[in-house]
Structure formats: structure tokens, C-alpha cells
């Protein structure tokens, strides 16, 4: 895994704690993991030809060293349909971030597919100082924020235990399909976590991941991750 | 790594700081060995008196001709070092270092530099902040707790001192019977899962039961753990359980994952039973220590009381186990000895007129039904039984069936059914005073066969 390492010692050397979106984008899949279609423009030109080549809609995000809370700053435009559209985001994002974070690297803009939306998971994991890499799994949004319906493991695991932290969360019947809504795909979902415990396994700069929201879509669709976040230790 | 044989199966025992005076824990341990029936060579080191308790001292273990392979070290914190080395040069294996004021003070130099020196001697240490440690199969008693420990199969690790020697006479009054205690502290070198690698083969060890404030290697406790659990249950009792887990929220993964969030799933993964009081650790000991494993989990409830039985039902299906009608043999059977008012449903209600001999009918017919795997027997003491009698009542049916299949008992009552509870208890037949915690302690080894299945097939999958 040459490339990743690269990514990781890029981060290193440019002295963050934290991977660029496109770069954690990236290290997840090296590992084989379903990320969203995006690409990474530093002008216009670029953005729209990345746009074309995705398709719409897309959403534009500035992707900045010194931005943590990119809607804040206005650096986020979502619902894109149109070249045209992408060529007003591009600059808009450009001026908003100069004007509400001046002073802000600009490492360039991440078009990424915008796709349809279903039920939203998250699969994080962290280095424990006592049980090492550890990954976790819940559903998203009110369930892990108030509920905090979450799900641990210590990696390595094995399929089994995959299964068993799946189906140990409050909200299983969720994915399992309920009031006619159609069972998720599990398939995906598993093979997803056992990625991620490989890639918090195999980095050991890695301090901790987060993958949220990832889209679970009806059984043998698949998954997608929308965002990911990672974090290296000190 | 780990070779604690020998810490367990001393050739020799030397007590370092061994005392005249009775009220030094130098004594009292030495008491201990001696009185408890260690019978291999007890050396006691003290270089100011000649003799203690009759036997003849030794100013320095150097001095020691015969083979000494545990030094029990009960000096002051300051001279440890040098008495680790110089038993070190002398070729012990184990030091027991009792004496405190080490890391739980804040002396962690100190500490290091005994594990340091023990390392280069080759020897390990246990403690310190220690109370000591028992291996019931060599009759040997090193601590300064209650003497007369009660022989049996349960090995007991506790990271406590004070509530892990109160523990110990506790274990006594419980009846529980006890291959090993170890007092284990400040974890300087031995750790859990040292001593849960011995015990996985230690064939006078069939449960573990561990006291639990943290361990400071979490994986290798999972894979020790996991691979015990597969022979036989390792129960925790693990401190600290309201502790928030904060930690820097910089990712939302690290906010959620508490350390007790981290304990808990890492006690699952492993197939260790995590228990949450004192009280529950030892119920689990008893049917887990005293009943064979269950084939499956169906489980039959008996009872004389429909509240009791109810109590019961609810109970189990908090531990996710869900009573099923009872085989028609057995039922057909049941029928015969009662009236026709009687619920042969499951719970299978002997009604409040139930005499003993139809606990005795009953029970015996449930133990040997092929279609159930444990049984779970509840009385309430009414006016027409005595809770003696229906105890002996039990025992009497376990005694002709032979003990196949785990049973758990509730007797219900007052001083008659503690009476009740300490006759079945010396028969080695889990009994409680109320039908949640009868109920509940055998649901731990319908869970434990759930946890032992799920890590075999694991394995099966690995291999």
C-alpha cells in the first residue's frame, strides 16, 4: 500500500493532524471501500470537466487545510445540475472562503456525485490505548447523536463479528427492512467494516476514522460513503 | 512466555520479613502456609531471630540450601529491590512482592526497578500491593486473608486487596470451593491474562472469576480470553462501569467509544461474562462451578407459586431465554402425581398443595427428559412443606438422576429457606433465595454455551 502510506506521510510532513477530504477519500479506496464518485479541482476548468466526467447533479466542497466547518464558511454548494452551475459554485465558494475565512489555504475544490439518499450508517474506528485499533458501528444521524445506539469491536475481527455488531444495535430492525421499506444490504455493510478495521489495523498513525454518513441501500446495491474524516495521533 | 507452573507448584517457599510478632503481615502469612497445610519446604527469612513459629530462619535467601522457587516478599517498599536481587542470585522463580508503597503511590520508579532486577534474574514478579495467593490443590495459603479456604475448582484473580481478601472469607460462607486466588495489584509484571493462560491449563481450574479495574494490554486479554472461554467460563467483575468515557471529540468514533463501552465489547468478543455486583459474580460462580454444561436451552421451570413462576419466566426472557412448552412425555408423567387443576404449561405450577414428594417426582422426571436441558426449581414456603424437606427433596432426585443436566433452585422464604439453601448448598446445588436470582444465575450458563459456541465456530472458521 505504497500510495496510502504516501497520503499519510504527505499529512506527516505538511505537519496535519487531519487528511484532506480527497486524501481520506482516496485512502478508502485503496482499501477497496465504496466512496461516492469525486474528483479534485484547483480551477473552474477542472471542476466542470470533473463534473461532466461524474455526471449530475454534483455538490462542490472547498477542501481546506484550515476549514473544519465548511457550511459555515460557506464552502459548500449542493444540487448541481449544470455546467454553468458548476462554473457559479465554483467562484462562489472561492469568494465566501476569502471573505469568511480569509487568509485559508485552499488545497482546491472536491466536485463529488451527489447521490440519492437512503438510510445513513456510520463506521468509525480509533486507536485505544488499551485495546488498539477498535472499530464502531450505528446507525446515523439521531440514533448515534442522541441514542448513541453504537456498536464496538476490538480488530482484528472476524466475519462473525462483524455480524454479531451489526446485529447487536437497538435499530437492527431498521436495516432488516420494516413496514415495507426493503432490507439493506448487509453483504456491503460487513464488507465495509472489515475494510475499515484493515485500514485502522494496517496505519498506525491513524487515531481515529470516521465514515458519515454511508449511504446502506437495498439489499445487493450496495453502500456508499459520502464522507469520510480522518484523524492522525500526535 | 508464561510459565507459572512453578509459582503454583513451588519446590520451596521462602517468606521474606517473616516476624514474631503476630500482628505483622510477615507472620500472619507464614501462619497461614504453615497452618493450612503447605507441606513442601517453608523457609522463613528474617536476619534478626533464629526461629519463627518454630522453624528455623534464614538471614538472607542466598543462605537457603534447598531449592526455593517463591519468595514472598513482605519487607518495606525501600528494601525490595535488594532482597529481589538477591533471590534472584539464588535461583527463585517468583517473587510475591506483598509490600506496598510502589506505583499506587505514585513511586513508579521504585517499581520499575524491581521489575527490572527480577527480569534479570529471569523471574517474575506478582504484586506488589498484594495480599498474596492460594493454590488449594498443593494446600498452600500465602496471604494474609482467612485461612481455611474451601477446596474446589474456581479460580479467583482480583485486582482489589481489601475487597479481594473480604471476598475470599466471603467464598467460605458462600460455600464456594476454590483452586486458586490471586491477588494480583499493581500489575507490575504477572497480569490477567498470565495467570488465564496457566488456569486454561490448569486441570484444577474449571471457572475463572476475575476482579477487574483495567488491564493495560486490552488484545492480548481478548485473545487469552477468548481462547480460555472456549473450556471453561471466565466471569467478570469489572470496576468502574459509570466512568464517562470522554476523550478528545475530534472524531465523533472517539466521543462514543468509553471505556466501558470498549470493556464491555471486548468481554463479548472474548466470550467473558461480564457481571455487574459481587452478588451476581458468585451466583454465576455456583451453577457454572457446580452444574455440568447445557446441551441446549430448554429450560423447564417447576414450581409451587404462579407469582414465583412468573418472576421466573420474566427473568429469562431478560436474558433472552424464552420457556417452551415441555416435552408431552414428561408432561404425561407430571400429570399423574397432580391434580387436574394443575398448569402443566411451563412454568409447570405444582400448585400450593405440592408436597415434597411431588418436587421429588417431578424434578427427577425433568432430569432425565432428553427434551430439557436445565431445570429451574422454585418453592415458595407455604404452611404444608417444610423448605428442609422439599430441599432434600431435590437433592434426593439429582442424587438418582446423577448430575446431568444443570439445575438452579429458588427457595423462598425465611429462616427455614436459608436453612433450605445451605443444606442444597453443601450438595454443590446452586440455590438462592429468590427466584430472579435463580433464575438469572443459571441463564449465565445458557449464555456462557451461546458465548463458548459462537468462539469455537470462530476458531473453526480461522483454521
Avoid at chain 1, 454534483?58 to 477542501?63: A, Q
Avoid at chain 2, 513459629?53 to 542466598?62: F, I, R
Avoid at chain 2, 438462592?432 to 465456530?457: C, F, N, S, V
Wanted: charged share 25%.
Amino acid at each position: 500500500m505504497r500510495e496510502a502510506r504516501e497520503i499519510v506521510e504527505k499529512a506527516k510532513l505538511e505537519g496535519r493532524r487531519k487528511l484532506l477530504e480527497h486524501e481520506s477519500m482516496r485512502l478508502c479506496e485503496l482499501y477497496g471501500l465504496p466512496v461516492a464518485k469525486y474528483g479534485l479541482a484547483t480551477s473552474e476548468k477542472e471542476a466542470v470537466a470533473i463534473a461532466r466526467e461524474i455526471g449530475f447533479p454534483v455538490v462542490l466542497k472547498v477542501v481546506s487545510p484550515d476549514i473544519s466547518h465548511k457550511t459555515d464558511v460557506g464552502g459548500v454548494v449542493l444540487g448541481i445540475n449544470s455546467v454553468g452551475e458548476v462554473s457559479d459554485a465554483y467562484k462562489t465558494i472561492v469568494a465566501n472562503v476569502a471573505a469568511r475565512a480569509p487568509g485559508s489555504r485552499i488545497s482546491g475544490i472536491l466536485v463529488q456525485k451527489m447521490v440519492e439518499r437512503d438510510i445513513e450508517v456510520i463506521v468509525g474506528g480509533i486507536r485505544d490505548r488499551v485495546f488498539g485499533p477498535v472499530v464502531m458501528f450505528g446507525l446515523g444521524g439521531v440514533f448515534v447523536e442522541v441514542l448513541k445506539d453504537v456498536s464496538f469491536r476490538i480488530a482484528p475481527l472476524t466475519e462473525l463479528d462483524v455480524e454479531e455488531m451489526i446485529r447487536e444495535i437497538k435499530g437492527y430492525k431498521i436495516l432488516e427492512g420494516y413496514r415495507g421499506s426493503q432490507p439493506r444490504d448487509i453483504e456491503a455493510l460487513k464488507n465495509l467494516i472489515l475494510k475499515l478495521a484493515s485500514i485502522i489495523s494496517d496505519i498506525e498513525e491513524i487515531e481515529a476514522i470516521d465514515l458519515n454518513p454511508v449511504i446502506l441501500y437495498p439489499r445487493g446495491i450496495g453502500a456508499l460513503i459520502i464522507d469520510a474524516r480522518t484523524i492522525l495521533g500526535e | 512466555m508464561s510459565n507459572l507452573k512453578d509459582l503454583f507448584n513451588p519446590r520451596g517457599i521462602a517468606v521474606i520479613g517473616a516476624s514474631r510478632d503476630p500482628t505483622k503481615i510477615g507472620h500472619i502469612i507464614l501462619k497461614n502456609i504453615v497452618e493450612y497445610g503447605y507441606r513442601r519446604g517453608i523457609y522463613p527469612v528474617n536476619p534478626s531471630v533464629s526461629d519463627v513459629m518454630g522453624l528455623k530462619t534464614y538471614p538472607a535467601v542466598s543462605t537457603i540450601s534447598d531449592k526455593v522457587d517463591v519468595v514472598i516478599v513482605s519487607i518495606p517498599n525501600t528494601k525490595v529491590p535488594e532482597a529481589i536481587d538477591d533471590a534472584g542470585k539464588a535461583g527463585v522463580k517468583h517473587a510475591v512482592v506483598i509490600a506496598s508503597g510502589f506505583k499506587e503511590i505514585g513511586n513508579v520508579d521504585l517499581e520499575n526497578e524491581v521489575v527490572r532486577r527480577a527480569r534479570r534474574h529471569g523471574m517474575r514478579v506478582l504484586g506488589p500491593n498484594i495480599f498474596g495467593y492460594v493454590y488449594t490443590p498443593v494446600r498452600l495459603n500465602a496471604t494474609f486473608g482467612p485461612r481455611d479456604v474451601i477446596p474446589g475448582n474456581v479460580a479467583f484473580i482480583t485486582q482489589s486487596g481489601a475487597l479481594g481478601i473480604a471476598l475470599m472469607g466471603s467464598t467460605i460462607l458462600e460455600g464456594i470451593g476454590i483452586s486458586a486466588i490471586v491477588s494480583v495489584g499493581n500489575k507490575s509484571d504477572i497480569d490477567d491474562a498470565d495467570l488465564l493462560e496457566f488456569f486454561d491449563e490448569d486441570p484444577n481450574t474449571s471457572v475463572v472469576l476475575i476482579y477487574m479495574e483495567g488491564v493495560s494490554d486490552g488484545r492480548r486479554f481478548v485473545n487469552v480470553a477468548s481462547k480460555i472461554s472456549m473450556k471453561k467460563p471466565v466471569i467478570v467483575i469489572k470496576s468502574g462501569r459509570t466512568e464517562a468515557g470522554a476523550r478528545a471529540a475530534a472524531s465523533h468514533t472517539g466521543s462514543l467509544a468509553g471505556n466501558v463501552a470498549l470493556y464491555e465489547s471486548a468481554f463479548k468478543q472474548s466470550g467473558v461474562i461480564s457481571t455487574k455486583s459481587v452478588e451476581e459474580a458468585f451466583d454465576f460462580v455456583k451453577t457454572l462451578s457446580w452444574n455440568p454444561l447445557p446441551p441446549g436451552d430448554r429450560v423447564v421451570v417447576i414450581t409451587n407459586g404462579g407469582g414465583a413462576g412468573v418472576q421466573a419466566s420474566d427473568t429469562l426472557a431478560d436474558d433472552g431465554i424464552y420457556l417452551e412448552k415441555p416435552p408431552q412425555d414428561f408432561v404425561e408423567e407430571v400429570r399423574k402425581i397432580l391434580p387436574p387443576f394443575a398448569s402443566l404449561a411451563n412454568p409447570v405450577d405444582l400448585t400450593g398443595m405440592a408436597p415434597e414428594d411431588w418436587y421429588y417426582r417431578s424434578v427427577k422426571s425433568a432430569l432425565q427428559n432428553s427434551g430439557i436441558d436445565a431445570v429451574l426449581v422454585l418453592y415458595c414456603h407455604t404452611a404444608l412443606t417444610s423448605p428442609v424437606g422439599v430441599a432434600r427433596a431435590v437433592a434426593g432426585a439429582v442424587d438418582e438422576v446423577g448430575v446431568r443436566k444443570p439445575i438452579s433452585v429458588a427457595i423462598i422464604g425465611g429462616l427455614e429457606a436459608y436453612e433450605a439453601i445451605k443444606h442444597l448448598t453443601n450438595l454443590k446445588i446452586p440455590a438462592y433465595p429468590t427466584p430472579e436470582r435463580a433464575a438469572h444465575a443459571l441463564a449465565a450458563q445458557l449464555k456462557y454455551r451461546k458465548y463458548r459456541e459462537y468462539l469455537i465456530k470462530k476458531e473453526q472458521i480461522a483454521s
